[in-house]
RNA sequence: GCCCCCAUCGUCUAGUGGCCCAGGAUGUCAGGUUCUCAGCCUGAAGACAGGGGUUCAAAUCCCCUUGGGGGUACCA
């Protein structure tokens, strides 16, 4: 499988979840690799022992994962390694490229000596980058508790490992000369270096907590579809070249080049990704689908042990096109799974509370309590011929009863919804709704009486 | 402060000197379909940050300004 040399890496460090930014990193990572049949590795850069936690590298695995990004190395952990760092570091003092210092607070650890003069970088998507390097100091290396620093365990990790490709976010541009340094010092083979532009939160400023969600699983939790996700990402900062906006993962795989990849940090905009994720699941067969829609749902509590496969398929199949994530359906047809209604107030007001609207909804309930086959086709048969005989526009009943049996004046189809909802239910909520929601024209009546 | 990166519709982008009085997507608005909404279909509005150059010709090249982002840690 593997016909080239090329290898490349994703490594985060464990002081959180996996958020989009990271994802996306990883993402041209796992793209280059697989476009190149190269190597796509990953390691977890935990040297920061204040911050690192083990959750939160296990939701950086299950992300990944959730996500379709499977490595082929790794995961390694910096955590494990730490006398090769040691050792590269007392190398570089035995050469006289580093040295120990000990700072006010009597803490001791090694620093690299740098070297004056001008540093080039040859990054793949920015061009020549050119640093003064006589205006970054003498850096730290190894800490007093025996941890790298990110720039040399960095470096020490990708010459060992053999990275070809360093494809990062560019925030690390300036981290560059630095490391440029260090291979130099080491006599490091040099890896090529792309740095990828940021996301941006959706206000242009870094993405952060404030935004709303920015880590991977709580788009997994509100119920967006991984392949989605993935399509959404790709497109924030590299392009097929075509005004194509649905590619599948093996188009991208086929077309990803770094050439492609643009320099300008992208805002995160959730309401595109709606749209795409609907798009995905409209694409998606109903079967798929109502599979996923059964474990989401147990998930958020609902209880479907007396609900067959065959009706949930068809709850599926009426909200496909209406729906654009798994939440989003779960919040449009809660009514059918509980006992009691939450009705909109205002719904109610508009629709309900109106004179004659009691005595039509009693109407309806006697036409359909008549129904044998209580579906689509003899619903909408027996309460079109009653809106002729009463004669009403159909749009005239249909909101009343949309009200009176969904709580909402939104819903889907209300034939189908009622077939759904089953005969029982449907007379009920209609009864009900009568008896305690049209209170405006018992009113009325009863002062005209 | 200093260093570095970036700059096309609100947003994501196409565009690598003439094919561009700038194309697509999303969002917005209008119309159509319709039992509501969504969806779908049709249409509209909407951008080359500003200023200098270079060139017969610039969104595309150069410079300056402005704006945004990043770095400047014994964080990564």
Redesign the pocket.
Known sequence: MLSSNIKVRF???P?GYLHIGGARTALFNWLFARHNKGIFLLRI?D??QQ?STEEATQAILDSMKWLGLDWDEGPNFQSQRLSIYKQHAEKLVALGKAFY???E?G???IRFKMQDGATEINDLV??T????AS?I?D??IL???G?P???FACVVDDAEMEITHIIRG??????TPKQIALYNAFGFKMPEFAHI??I?GED???LSKRHGATSVTEYRDKGYLPHALVNFLA?????P???Q?IISIQEMIEKFTL??V??????F?N??L??MN??YI?NTPVEHLTTEVKVFFEKAGIDLTKISAAWLSSLVTLYH??FKTFQDLLNQTRFFFTDTIEYDQAAVDKFLKKEGIGELLKEVHSAISLIENFDKKHLEDSLRALTTRVGVG??KL??PM?VAITGK????????TMELLGKERTLYSLDYSTKHLCEKSETIKSTAL
């Open positions: 490594a985060p460090s002081t850069e040297t920061d911050r210092d000990t700072d607070e803490r001791k650890a920015h061009g980058i050119t640093f003064d205006l100091e850096f730290v800490k007093a508790d941890f620093t990110y720039n560019d925030d690390h541009i300036s981290n532009p940021m941006l242009g400023s870094r497109l924030l900062g590299w392009s070249g075509n005004d906006e050439k492609r643009n320099k300008t940090s992208a805002q905009n309401t595109k709606d749209w609907g798009q409209k096109e209406r159909f749009s249909a909101q949309r004046s939104i819903s889907a189809g209300i034939f189908e």
